[in-house]
């Protein structure tokens, strides 16, 4: 079992800014592939970013290149997500997910274990 904590969301203007955490529980955390997802009102939960355990390789949907990075500290059992040039459309509430298998499907949630509990992000126009 591993439990998520994600961290990091808000309110914040078209254009801002946000660094989202998720902390990990357990003692594999550098084994796993974690990923970001979100999920908008009446929408289905979509993938956002996803990291392999090393964390030198990193796969993004496609309107969030070159705005998201995901990034992790295996020392800190923390993944982050840093968010710029946020549009209103980024407004969803944000999950991490580990997958406990290998970096060849990522992109799905049910490629993923176990769930965070969201952090809301808002964008305001």
């Known amino acids: 079992q591993v439990q998520l904590v994600e961290s990091g969301g808000g309110l914040v203007q078209a254009g801002g800014s946000l660094r989202l955490s998720c902390a990990a529980s357990?003692?594999?955390?550098?084994?796993?592939?974690m990923g970001w997802f979100r999920q908008a009102p009446g929408k289905g939960r979509e993938f956002v970013a996803a990291?392999?355990?090393?964390?030198?390789?990193?796969d993004y949907a496609d309107s969030m290149k070159g705005r998201f990075t995901i990034s992790r500290d295996n020392a800190k059992n923390t993944v982050y997500l840093q968010m710029n040039s946020l549009k209103p459309e980024d407004t969803a509430v944000y999950y991490c997910?580990?997958?406990?298998?290998?970096?060849?499907?990522?992109?799905?949630?049910?490629?993923?274990?176990?769930w965070g509990q969201g952090t809301q992000v808002t964008v305001s126009s």
């Open positions: 997910a580990v997958r406990k298998s290998g970096w060849n499907s990522y992109r799905d949630t049910y490629d993923y274990a176990y």
């Open positions: 357990g003692r594999h955390f550098s084994n796993y592939v």
């Open positions: 990291i392999n355990g090393k964390g030198d390789s990193t």
